[in-house]
């Protein structure tokens, strides 16, 4: 790049990205009309901002996931923080720890920087014993007295958010050990979401939210009940990728429409979230600096879609419906109860299949007890395919699964 990070503008990512880089797909497809949208001075351009729910804190409204190795791309956390990116998201589990590791190492060698940074974890245990021995670890390794916003890892059920956990989340605030609160959520999550908004003391809500789920009423109603109630929520998963091959020929025409109106069709799927006023920011998973500049570039790019484009994307979301997993897990594991893993196995060869990371999802699979994953190739899965409002292949995506994550 010829010039400095901190100077580089809107028209620059778009071209060194052209807003591509998420997919192979993507990286095939020609990114002039992208380019050509980048017009304003590029010293005005600055990452907006919104706010967290009643939280009172401003964030940044793309965050960087950090389901990745930080230890070996501490570059991606310098470039995060020259470009505005200053919400980081990890997790106690991600990458064998060397997620929170590595944010611990560039905590260490550069320590002003950590006032600057909206910092998230998560714990995968949700009793006030393991939440305080996962705490004071993810602290340890991150080298830091505080997380700004503390998450239960993949909340399932309301019914999870205890008085024993409102108790030590209190306790863990008074010691200004977490500054707020909250959990993640991949699954029931309109469900989740309600609980929560009734409950006076959750500040903040990750979810999966894209052009896909945004249509369906009970997540509509979700987030408005969860925003009525204050609390922050941060898009995850917004690209839509699901658990079958996205080089599919709808995928291609859709990003040939994109194209032609001057999008990229990952730009026009971020941008579908963000003009949706009640989310506050969007993770994103950016293990590369490609992927970053090229995430950047659409948050600093103006252009709003057009009542068109949103319904390209509402019509395409109809027709590759059943490529998605929306993660209602009550409907396929209640008609198939010696299998509580479909919604799993389904994310899993979504990280496969759209993440395109193998590794994750294969260390994923292997999470399932032993005893299920025996039964995986003999199970009938009629009766969870009937029950999946979105006709989602179950049996054929669960063989894939043991051929490729096995
Ligand atoms: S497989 Fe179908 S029913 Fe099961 S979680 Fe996914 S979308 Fe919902």
């Known amino acids: 790049m010829a010039k400095s990070d901190s100077n580089l503008n ?3 990512f778009i071209k060194m990205t052209g807003l591509a880089g998420m997919t192979s797909l993507a990286a095939s497809v020609p990114l002039t009309a992208a380019e050509t949208k980048a017009k304003e001075s590029p010293s005005k351009d600055k990452m907006p901002l919104r706010d967290f729910g009643k939280s009172g804190v401003k964030v940044p409204i793309l965050g960087l996931g950090g389901m990745f190795d930080i230890t070996t791309n501490l570059i991606v956390l310098k470039k995060a923080l020259d470009w505005g990116v200053t919400y980081w998201d990890t997790a106690d589990c991600y990458n064998g720890g060397n997620s929170e ?6 905590f260490e060698k550069f320590p002003d920087i950590r006032k600057k940074v909206f910092l998230v974890s998560k714990s995968d245990k949700t009793d006030p014993a393991g939440m305080t021995q996962l705490l004071e670890r993810s602290l340890s390794r991150m080298k830091t007295s505080y997380i700004d916003l503390y998450f239960i890892h993949g909340l399932r059920n309301p019914d999870q958010l205890t008085p024993e956990m409102q108790a030590w989340v209190k306790k863990a605030k008074s010691a200004g050990k977490i500054k707020l609160f909250g959990f993640s959520t991949h699954s029931n999550m309109a469900g989740c979401l309600m609980g929560a908004s009734k409950l006076g003391w959750v500040d903040g809500i990750m979810l999966a939210y894209n052009y896909r789920l945004m249509q369906e009423d009970s ?3 979700a987030v408005e009940a969860s925003h009525k109630a204050g609390i922050g929520l941060t898009a995850m998963k917004t690209q839509g990728g699901g658990s079958v091959r996205t080089d599919s020929d709808d995928e291609l025409a859709l990003a040939g429409k994109f194209m032609n109106k001057g999008f990229s069709p990952q730009q026009a799927k971020m941008k579908a979230v963000w003009q949706e006023p009640l989310i506050s920011s969007i993770c994103s998973q950016m293990p590369n600096v490609t992927l970053l500049s090229a995430n950047v570039a659409a948050a600093l790019d103006k252009t709003q879609l057009k009542t068109s484009d949103i319904q390209l ?3 395409y979301a109809e027709k590759t419906c059943s490529h998605y997993c929306a993660g209602c ?6 008609a198939l109860p010696e299998m509580p893993v479909i919604a799993d196995i389904m994310r899993y060869m979504m990280y496969y299949r759209s993440y395109g990371n193998l590794e994750l999802a294969r260390e994923k699979y292997a999470e399932i007890p032993g005893e299920i994953r025996v039964t995986l190739a003999h199970q009938n899965w009629v009766k969870a395919e009937k029950a999946c409002p979105r006709q989602v292949p179950i049996g054929l995506i669960v063989h894939e699964a043991l051929k490729t994550l096995a």
């Open 313 to 315: 994307l509402q019509h």
């Open 329 to 334: 897990r009550e409907n396929c594991e209640s």
């Open 10 to 12: 809107r028209r620059d």
């Open 101 to 106: 590791l590595g944010i611990g190492m560039f």
């Open 219 to 221: 997540m509509k109603k």
